[in-house]
């Protein structure tokens, strides 16, 4: 069975600082790794997936997340936060793309 | 284009009630997702539909939870009777085809409270 621990329910940072969203997964297969932002009263966006090749991906908003199979980690990173970041982000994780099992969630705060 | 519509987005009720929500998903996505997602709590998938049959209902409450996706297009998702641990977002994401690197699109929810 799958699972994603996200370590952190809230998480605050200071504007321009760094972004960090902490993610392990866990897997009987290769998986496929997504994070997803959701604002308030909205459904969930993609910001990035992980499929196969590169470890190291780019999403949109300047996040990026790498792939790291011995640590079974995909973590979330930001270099510098902006106060439009502040949401709460999801990691997920599925078998070669099927339903996706979620995390419990990273709610950001970014302060001015 | 037009992204995942759901309806309604807000509705209350009491409990042993019944309630029903429908989701329009993208123009030829064949593959439908429902998932309840409690406060707190990430997203869980309830029923995943291919066209419309079902691919995986696993985790959906059978005895009070029921789905259809007619004709393979929109979906109606029904609780009856409503219990007060239903009280959450249910959400509707539809996708190009279920497996592969297709991305699953998102609705907006409809937030369900019951009294």
């Known amino acids: 069975a799958q699972s994603v621990t996200q370590l952190g329910s809230h998480v605050s940072v200071s504007e321009g600082a760094l972004v960090l969203l902490r993610c392990n997964y866990s897997?009987?297969?290769?998986?496929?790794l997504f994070w997803y932002v959701q604002y308030p009263n909205q459904g969930l966006q993609l910001l990035l997936k992980?499929?196969?090749?590169?470890?190291l991906v780019k999403g949109i908003n300047g996040f990026e997340a790498e792939f790291k199979k011995s640590e079974t980690s995909f973590h979330l990173t930001k270099p510098s936060a902006h106060m439009s970041d502040a949401a709460e982000y999801f990691c997920?994780?599925?078998?070669?793309?099927?339903?996706?099992?979620f995390g419990a969630g990273t709610i950001l705060r970014v302060k001015s | 284009e037009a992204g995942v519509a759901q309806s309604p987005r807000y509705k209350i009720i009491e409990k042993r009630q019944s309630v029903a929500f429908w989701c329009n998903p993208i123009?030829?996505?064949?593959?439908l997702y429902w998932y309840q997602q409690i406060l707190g709590q990430g997203p869980k998938l309830l029923i995943q539909?291919?066209?419309?049959?079902?691919?995986?209902d696993s985790q959906l409450p059978k005895d009070r939870f029921s789905a259809e996706r007619l004709k393979g297009v929109d979906s109606t998702l029904k609780i009856q009777p409503a219990k007060l641990e239903d009280s959450a977002v249910y959400l509707c994401?539809?996708?190009?085809?279920?497996?592969?690197?297709?991305?699953?699109?998102f609705g907006p929810g409809t937030r369900l409270t019951v009294l």
């Open positions: 994401a539809s996708s190009l085809e279920g497996r592969g690197t297709y991305e699953q699109f």
């Open positions: 897997s009987s297969v290769p998986p496929y």
């Open positions: 992980y499929t196969t090749g590169a470890t």
């Open positions: 997920a994780v599925s078998e070669y793309g099927n339903k996706l099992v």
């Open positions: 123009s030829g996505h064949a593959t």
């Open positions: 539909f291919q066209n419309n049959g079902v691919v995986d």
